[in-house]
């Protein structure tokens, strides 16, 4: 049975994915999807009636949770298709103002989805795998008031890129998907303590494109998805600009 596994499918662009994948995806027999919020899971599951979807209320930050995702693979010893790490989440605010969401961050962000992988990889067949990592643009930059997050994306960013090259002879690609602000709850809850800088709320794409590009991107082998003239654009500057001078345009 080949199945696709997607976290943070509750929401934003996880849940999109799950949309995505049912509708052009006719080989994937089920999707597994993955989120805290079990009432968001059941309509997406009632929403996406041609499918088979299999729930996972769970908290990917907690080891019994996990444990709970690997007895399920071991048992029915499906080929994992695809594999999309969504889950996460980010803050904007000084350092020393966000407490244990610095940890948070850190824990969803990073941990979880690498263990994910590790769980997730040795059920993932030779020549027909795809990783698709959620990053962020934010990888590209330090960025002061969003340290975490960015340092966090940064780590989803060279991970993938280093993953696409050691699965290669496996036939197994990884992708980071890096958008800019996106037209979700992330900024929801990313507005907690601070709010999110306005220049930042005029780039907003929808996630239905962001996703759209992050599959076609994937199906094409890249290992990093950038949605967008403009944040195109911001990764070529990144590149080629001293970042301390970027810094002090975005603080």
Not at 185 to 208: G, Q, R, S, W
């Amino acid at each position: 049975m080949k199945i696709a596994i997607v976290t943070g499918a509750s929401s934003g662009m996880g849940r999109e994915f799950v949309r995505q994948i049912a509708r052009k995806y006719r080989t994937i027999e089920e999707i597994w999807i993955i989120a805290r919020r079990k009432e968001r899971l059941e309509e997406l599951s009632e929403e996406l009636s041609d499918i088979r979807i299999r729930i996972f209320a769970v908290d990917l930050t907690d080891d019994k949770s996990l444990r709970e995702i690997e007895d399920a693979l071991s048992k029915d010893k499906p080929s994992v298709r695809i594999l999309v790490n969504a889950s996460g989440y980010g803050m904007i605010g000084r350092f020393e103002e966000l407490s244990s969401d610095n940890i948070g961050m850190v824990d969803i962000n990073c941990t979880a989805l690498t263990k994910m992988i590790n769980i997730a990889l040795p059920y993932m067949s030779n020549g027909n795998g795809n990783i698709i990592n959620i990053a962020s643009s934010a990888a590209f930059l330090p960025q002061p008031s969003f340290a975490v997050y960015a340092a966090t994306k940064s780590y989803v960013l060279n991970l993938s890129r280093a993953l696409n090259q050691e699965l290669k002879p496996r036939g197994i690609s990884v992708t980071a998907v890096c958008p800019g602000p996106v037209a979700t709850e992330f900024f929801d809850i990313a507005e907690t303590y601070n709010n999110v800088k306005m220049y930042k709320k005029l780039f907003k794409a929808k996630p239905e494109k962001v996703v759209e590009t992050a599959l076609k991107d994937t199906f094409h082998g890249k290992t990093v998805s950038v949605y967008g003239f403009t944040m195109k654009a911001f990764r070529i500057l990144c590149k080629f600009l001293p970042k301390d001078f970027i810094i002090k345009f975005i603080k």
